[in-house]
C-alpha cells in the first residue's frame, strides 16, 4: 500500500497489522512518535493523518492506503524553519524531559487547525499526557502559537 509521510510517497509491503507507530520508528526510522500505553490513551504516538491527529499506536497499515502522514519531523519548512508550535515550545520552554512532547505538539497543531483561539478548556481537552507536569508552559506555548499563526495570516 502506498501513503505519504512528510510529504514523500512510501510503499508499505509489510503486515497490513502493523500499527503505523512501528511502521514510523522502525521502517521510516522517524522516532518522534513515541510508544506509551499501547491503548491509545497517553498520546505519546500522537500524528496527524489525512489532517486529524490520530494515535499512531492504534492505527493499523492496512486503513492507511493513499493517506498523508505528518510526524513532529514533518512540520518544519523546506529551508528549516520550525512550525509556529514547534517556535512556541521554545520560546515558552515548555520542554522538560521531553518525551511527550512530540506527541503533544502534534496535538497541539491539530487543535490549532480547528481552533484558531483556543480557551483553556479547550487545550485541556486534548488529553495528552505529560510525565514532567509542564501542562502550564504547554498552555502558554499553543496560546502564544496561536497568536503567531493569527499574526502572520493578517
Known amino acids: 500500500m502506498d501513503l505519504i509521510v512528510n ?13 503505523l ?31 486529524k491527529a490520530v494515535a499512531a499506536c492504534q492505527t493499523k497499515m492496512e486503513k492507511m ?11 518544519a519548512d523546506a529551508d528549516g524553519k520550525l512550525h509556529p508550535v514547534q517556535q512556541a515550545w521554545i520560546d515558552e520552554d515548555a ?13 497541539a497543531v491539530d487543535l490549532l487547525s480547528r481552533q ?9 481537552k486534548i488529553g495528552n499526557l ?7 508552559r504547554i498552555r502558554k506555548a499553543i496560546k502564544r502559537a496561536a497568536g503567531t499563526m493569527k499574526d502572520s495570516k493578517a
Open 95 to 107: 520542554i522538560m524531559c521531553g518525551f511527550c512532547q512530540p506527541g503533544q505538539i502534534m496535538a
Open 65 to 75: 492506503s493513499g493517506k498523508r502522514v505528518t510526524t513532529v519531523e514533518g512540520l
Open 21 to 51: 507507530l512501528w511502521y514510523l520508528r522502525d521502517v521510516l526510522r522517524l522516532t518522534g512518535a513515541k510508544y506509551g500505553c499501547d491503548q491509545g490513551d497517553c498520546g505519546f504516538c500522537t500524528v496527524i493523518v489525512d489532517g
Open 7 to 19: 510529504d514523500k510517497r512510501y510503499r508499505h509491503t509489510g503486515e497490513a497489522g502493523m500499527p
Open 130 to 136: 505529560c510525565r514532567c507536569g509542564s501542562y502550564g
Open 116 to 124: 484558531k483561539n483556543p480557551s483553556d478548556a479547550d487545550i485541556d
